[in-house]
């Protein structure tokens, strides 16, 4: 479709400037209108066609947090402003560098022109805006606080990108320092030991057991290295479509809660989320019953989600939220209290937020030392990798010293 590059005039004679696609440029001042606008200037755009531009086609970029984080917060500095919703996102959907989110924003823009509201526009695109996203949305169109949703949306998908940037750097080490170890082993395997094997093969000697082992290794890696990479690539896909759906993503997402080390940053993580999630939708005015519907979708962890809709049956069935949380067995005793007393005081959403701020602590601190307790499991593997190495390598060449300097 077309785009238009278009200079207009808001309702308090601001000036707004932007790129509207349409099919002509008639139908393109006929939208900025509706959107509240005033005409002022509207020029084609010439598109450049490119190998840049032919790729971007073939493999469009994916709408990342950052992205998600920015557009709400313009969207919560538009909307204060005043500015109407059509103008506010036909403005953003010409000056965000994202291709993927303009086209988004364009067909969102199409979805409010036929008629429907802004939830329901962007529910129509769940690979960029999330249930929980889309649910808070129709939550800030009903109570009309749509400007304060967008910036309470902004705030939590900013802490959501910071916890999960803390873990990826708590992991580059460890993850630098197995990478460097598979590549050893595969070098040792395909150059360093046939040329030892060889060798020894000529005195005839007998081989410890972990020389009969590394050469056991290298023979296969080389001799069947095709037969092991097809069987490495259907294994890891195997593994990937099973914890994708059903039973196994379950089982996955229960046990990557038990990981040694990690598990406990990724359970502290995943309960911060929560709680931060469902202070949110009790100050929004959600009905409780629907807040934890929503948060339990939004969780991305199967197990604890099977765990908050029990809490959501057991409220349903008449029981206080305390005792429902208390029966999922997920809580510990401080955070089980505080809701008890944020059900007393009528002040949920309060604790619920500070119970989101204290599990928050408690995961900077793991992932602080996160580096410290993976690196005394690195380092036994490490050696133990290096033990097989030595014991492999020089056991049988002491040997074959001995019996050279004997026949000496």
Known sequence: MPSFQYKARGQRGDAVEGVIEAVSTDLAATRLIEAGLIPVDIKAVEEKIGMSTDLACIFPPGVTLMDRVQFSRQMHSLLKAGVPILAALSGLAGNVHNRTLAKT???????????????????????????????????????????????????????????????????????????????????????????????????????????????????????????????????????????????????????????????????????????????????????????????????????????????????????????????????DHLVLQMLQVGEESGSTDELLQEIADYYDDEVEYSIERLGSAIEPVLTVVLAAFVFLLAAGIFLPMWDLAKVALHRG
């Open 105 to 331: 924003l364009t067909g969102v823009i199409e979805n409010l022109e036929a008629g429907r509201d802004l939830s329901s526009a962007l529910s129509q695109y769940p690979d960029v805006f999330s249930v929980f996203y889309v649910s808070l949305v129709r939550v800030g169109e009903t109570s009309g606080r749509l400007e304060e949703v967008f910036q309470q949306l902004a705030a939590y998908l900013d802490r959501e990108k910071k916890t999960r940037e803390q873990i990826k750097s708590a992991m580059r080490y460890p993850g630098v320092v197995m990478g460097a170890i598979l590549i050893a082993i595969v070098v040792i395997n395909i150059f360093v030991v046939p040329a030892f094997s060889a060798m020894f093969a000529r005195y005839g000697a007998e081989l410890p057991l972990p020389t009969q082992i590394l050469i056991g290794m290298s023979s296969l890696t080389v001799n069947h290295w095709q037969e092991l990479l097809a069987a490495g690539v259907i294994l890891v896909g195997g593994i990937r479509m099973y914890v994708r759906g059903g039973p196994g993503r379950y089982q996955w997402h229960k046990l990557r809660l038990r990981l040694p080390v990690i598990g406990k940053v990724l359970y502290q993580a995943t309960l911060a989320r929560f709680a931060r999630l469902f202070a949110l939708v009790q100050r929004s005015d959600i009905p409780i019953v629907t807040g934890l519907t929503v948060v339990a979708h939004a969780l991305d962890n199967d197990f604890i989600e099977e765990r908050v809709l029990a809490m959501r049956d057991g409220i349903e069935r008449g029981d206080s939220l305390s005792n429902t949380a208390a029966a999922t067995g997920i809580f």
